[in-house]
């Protein structure tokens, strides 16, 4: 159904302008009962989109700052792959101490979703120890000595514990005010190794220097292998290792 499906929220609903960053799905800003508000119409499948919505209304009552899905008017979060949600104001980090506060909120992300299950038709990096696609991802694309780097990165975080993962923490999707930071753009989140969000500028996450390698290579090589083969994947694998 594409934009005709916005009428489910109500006549009160308009586009205003699209919005840069969306890869993956068609991004606009919106006015929504006279709230400005964001509106993502996207490819993913309604189990997907459950998992997606139900973990931002959790980190919601838990008290992060994430966009929070706006119901249709009969109280769906989601429709025919349309999802609104509230508009977050505020400025990407800059300095040290606003990574410090970024890393902050991860680990509170992290903690609060300890045990949460697996994205549906997602894997992990552990489970691209043995698996080749998931979602995204298809190693089968990748050239053989590139998928052993990336491989090899990942093992290096076998048996830690899991917990839903951000998964694009580049500064576009992080809004700071002077009293919270807000995380945007759930749509690459899934369980993951906590680690691989925590390979933050100045080491913002105080990781010892091995935890911090085994973070670092293990990020180059999963934003390597969820964007082959554009020129910013080549850049990435570029990081990682060779084995």
Same mark, same amino acid.
Not at 96 to 113: I, K, N, S
């Given at each position: 159904?594409? /934009?005709? $499906?916005?009428? =489910?929220?109500?006549?009160?609903?308009?586009?205003? !302008?699209?919005?840069?960053?969306?890869?993956?799905?068609?991004? @606009?800003?919106?006015?929504?009962?006279?709230?400005?508000?964001?509106?993502?119409?996207?490819?993913?499948?309604?189990? +997907?989109?459950?998992? %997606?919505?139900?973990?931002? =209304?959790?980190?919601?009552? %838990?008290?992060?700052?994430?966009?929070?899905?706006? *119901?249709?008017?009969?109280?769906?979060?989601? &429709?025919?792959?349309?999802?609104?949600?509230? #508009?977050?104001?505020?400025? *990407?980090?800059?300095? %040290?101490?606003?990574?410090?506060?970024?890393?902050?909120?991860?680990?509170?992300?992290?903690?609060?979703?300890?045990? @949460?299950? =697996?994205? *549906?038709? @997602?894997?992990?990096?552990?489970?691209?120890?043995?698996?080749?696609?998931?979602?995204?991802? +298809?190693?089968?694309?990748?050239?053989? !000595?590139?998928?052993?780097?990336?491989?090899?990165? /990942?093992?290096?975080?076998?048996?830690? =514990?899991?917990?839903?993962?951000?998964?694009?923490?580049?500064?576009?999707?992080?809004?700071?005010?002077?009293?919270?930071?807000?995380?945007?753009? /759930?749509?690459?989140?899934?369980?993951?190794? *906590?680690?691989?969000?925590?390979?933050?500028?100045?080491?913002? &996450?105080?990781?010892?220097?091995?935890?911090?390698?085994?973070?670092?290579?293990?990020?180059?090589? /999963?934003? $390597?292998?969820?964007?082959?083969?554009? %020129? #910013?994947?080549?850049?990435?694998?570029?990081?990682?290792?060779?084995?």
């Amino acid at each position: 159904m594409g /934009w005709e $499906a916005l009428g =489910q929220w109500g006549e009160d609903v308009a586009r205003i !302008e699209p919005l840069a960053g969306g890869v993956a799905n068609d991004v @606009w800003s919106m006015r929504v009962q006279g709230q400005l508000a964001v509106g993502r119409l996207g490819t993913r499948s309604d189990a +997907d989109l459950v998992w %997606e919505t139900e973990l931002l =209304q959790r980190l919601d009552r %838990e008290g992060l700052t994430v966009p929070v899905p706006i *119901p249709t008017t009969d109280g769906r979060l989601f &429709a025919d792959g349309l999802v609104l949600m509230t #508009y977050v104001e505020g400025r *990407p980090p800059e300095t %040290e101490a606003d990574w410090r506060r970024v890393a902050d909120t991860l680990r509170r992300l992290h903690q609060l979703t300890r045990g @949460w299950p =697996q994205r *549906p038709g @997602w894997r992990s990096s552990i489970d691209l120890l043995h698996a080749e696609t998931g979602t995204r991802i +298809d190693l089968r694309k990748m050239p053989p !000595e590139g998928v052993a780097r990336c491989r090899a990165a /990942w093992a290096r975080l076998a048996g830690n =514990q899991t917990s839903v993962v951000h998964g694009d923490l580049n500064p576009r999707n992080i809004r700071m005010t002077a009293g919270r930071v807000a995380l945007i753009d /759930w749509d690459e989140s899934h369980v993951d190794v *906590p680690d691989l969000d925590l390979a933050l500028p100045h080491n913002a &996450a105080g990781l010892d220097s091995v935890t911090h390698d085994i973070a670092a290579q293990a990020s180059a090589a /999963w934003q $390597a292998a969820v964007c082959w083969d554009d %020129e #910013y994947s080549i850049k990435r694998l570029a990081e990682v290792r060779a084995v």
